[in-house]
Nanobody, 126 residues
């Protein structure tokens, strides 16, 4: 098990940048594949980005590719999501997720993750 807490959400304007953080505790962070997902009101949860245990491999949803960067600092037990050129349609609750997997693996599906944070609200005004 691992406990996840997200930070950094808030109200921003379109075109702004925002960095979300997800701090993990409980077990060896470097053994966890990490992912970011988001859920807007009335919509299903969707994949945003994911990163392998070492940080070498990453994947992004097409909707955020080129605007988002996922990274991790295993020494600080933290994964980050840097979002730039934010759009109103990026408004959602952003949650991080974690699951133990071998190196090189990156997970895109929510049902592949067994550990979730509570989420942080990101609101982008036009």
């Amino acid at each position: 098990q691992v406990q996840l807490v997200e930070y950094g959400g808030g109200l921003v304007q379109a075109g702004d940048s925002l960095r979300l953080s997800c701090a993990a505790s409980g077990r060896t962070f470097s053994t966890f594949v990490m992912g970011w997902f988001r859920q807007a009101p009335g919509k299903e949860r969707e994949f945003v980005a994911a990163i392998s245990t070492s940080g070498r491999f990453t994947e992004y949803a097409d909707s955020v590719k080129g605007r988002c960067t996922i990274s991790r600092d295993n020494a600080k037990n933290t994964v980050y999501l840097l979002m730039s050129s934010l759009k109103p349609e990026d408004t959602a609750v952003y949650s991080c997720a974690a699951d133990i997997r071998p190196p090189r693996l990156v997970l895109r599906r929510a049902n592949e993750y067994r550990n979730w944070g509570q989420g942080t609200q990101v609101t982008v005004s036009s």
